[in-house]
């Protein structure tokens, strides 16, 4: 039976924030009605602090503010439309991310893939990863776009480079793993040392050691564990004492869907788990009984996690 704008009133959560997401999966879902929407407009109207909440739940969503109804309280027919349409372009975008048609190599959400590349170079590609044949200076490399991607050319001994955002790692015989996430760059070398060059700039990259860089800002080599940093490659996520923000961060690039968080002490919360690829989807029930979460399925494409 559709529920109508009335009844949607009756029934929302106790508190805002859990009031705002309730209208944004709504708006997100599709399928609200005419009276939904004139409903929508009177729970906006009644508080300030109701806009507020929304805009938080859209920054959440999105990374940015999308719906722009901070002009007036007063949500007409046509502001709520556009905030629809909104809604709808941001949810396409979570699905369907700019493809690079003409990349050589990807692999879709959820996948992992293997690629011999020119020159003898072993790859293997994390979920949701996109990479093309590029040349320097006559010296056969990639460029990856997004994702993570792992290399081996220890057997070739010869240059090889991963160019990434602004900047590439150069490698000389080895193993290395580059990712490219929200425009940040992490760089590990799993073997023997590599030189990241960043515009006029030259960092050097010990084994066993990790760097991260974004636009201008280069930050300073640390040590990694590298089973536990690589263990995507064996069909595991591994998480020791790791914010649940980050772990939710690191689950959604293999998944098609958002999982958004209600409240910072529940983000800061530690996690220490190890998650099978395979079984992904089955993460989050069990943190739920773990560590007393709360999660609510609104659409395909949203999940809400908050404390019970």
């Known amino acids: 039976m559709t529920m109508t704008g009335e009844h949607h009133i009756t029934t929302l959560p106790d508190t805002v924030s859990e009031q705002a997401v309730y209208w944004f999966a709504l708006l997100l879902d599709g399928s609200e009605t005419e009276e939904d929407r004139r409903a929508f407009a009177r729970w906006i109207d009644a508080s300030p602090a109701h806009l507020d909440a929304f805009h938080q739940v859209e920054r959440l969503w999105s990374g940015s503010t999308t719906l722009d109804l901070s002009q007036s309280t007063k949500v007409g027919r046509r502001a709520f439309m556009a905030g ?16 690079h048609p003409f990349a050589d190599v990807r692999t879709v959400t959820g996948e992992r893939g293997a690629f011999s590349l020119p020159g003898g170079v072993k790859a293997e590609l994390a979920s949701d990863t996109v990479m093309s044949y590029v040349t ?43 990712a490219v996430y929200d425009d940040e760059v992490t760089v590990i070398a799993e073997q023997n040392p590599l030189m990241v060059r960043i515009d006029d700039r030259e960092v050097s990259l010990p084994a066993g050691n990790a760097m991260r860089y974004r636009g201008a800002k280069i930050g300073r080599p640390y040590g990694v564990d590298l089973s536990t940093e690589l263990a995507w490659r064996n069909g595991q996520l591994v998480f ?27 983000k800061s919360r530690p996690v220490t788990l190890v998650v099978d690829l395979d079984r ?19 659409t395909d494409y949203l999940t809400v996690l908050r404390a019970a």
């Open 136 to 178: 320097r200076q006559g010296i056969n490399g990639v460029e990856l776009h997004r994702g993570e991607a792992w290399f081996d050319h220890s057997a070739t001994q010869q240059a090889f480079f991963v160019a990434a955002a602004n900047g590439a790692s150069w490698s000389r015989g080895g193993r290395l793993d580059v």
């Open 280 to 298: 992904s989807k089955d993460v989050l029930p069990v943190l739920a009984n773990v560590m007393s979460i709360n999660v609510h399925h609104f």
């Open 84 to 99: 629809t349409a909104a809604a709808a372009v941001i949810s396409a975008g979570w699905a369907f991310a700019p493809r």
């Open 240 to 266: 020791m004492g790791r914010p649940l923000e980050d772990v939710v961060r690191v689950l959604q690039r293999w998944q098609n869907s958002k999982i958004m968080i209600i409240g910072e002490e529940l």
